[in-house]
Nanobody
Framework: QVQLVESGGGLVQAGGSLRLSCAASGRTFSSYAMGWFRQAPGKERDFVATISRTGRSTDYADSVKGRFTISRDNGKNTVYLQMDSLKPEDTAVYYC?????????????????WGQGTQVTVSS
């Protein structure tokens, strides 16, 4: 079973930046689309970004377009989320996810593996 381990979360002031990393175990990382979801206290888990197996296709939630960038390094079995111009409303636990299949998706049920999450807190 794959393990997804997130890192890079923390406390940052509004307008600042963070880069999240997600390291995946196993030797088939390049066979899967990857993504990020987030969940704020008292709210549902929301889609943030996704990237195809090759990295050629990406998709973002409207709320983060132009501020967040998802990327991957298949040689390192790692997916990244660069977060710039952070806002207090970006505060949440961020989860790395893996999707079997050829296409990317914004739907949580399309992903079969989830990391334990990393906390991102943006102060105003």
């Amino acid at each position: 079973q794959v393990q997804l381990v997130e890192s890079g979360g923390g406390l940052v002031q509004a307008g600042g930046s963070l880069r999240l990393s997600c390291a995946a175990s196993g030797r088939t990382f390049s066979s899967y689309a990857m993504g990020w979801f987030r969940q704020a206290p008292g709210k549902e888990r929301d889609f943030v970004a996704t990237i195809s197996r090759t990295g050629r296709s990406t998709d973002y939630a409207d709320s983060v377009k132009g501020r967040f960038t998802i990327s991957r390094d298949n040689g390192k079995n790692t997916v990244y989320l660069q977060m710039d111009s952070l806002k207090p409303e970006d505060t949440a636990v961020y989860y790395c996810v893996r999707r079997p299949g050829l296409s990317i998706s914004t739907m949580a049920e399309a992903y079969d593996s989830w990391g334990q999450g990393t906390q991102v807190t943006v102060s105003s």
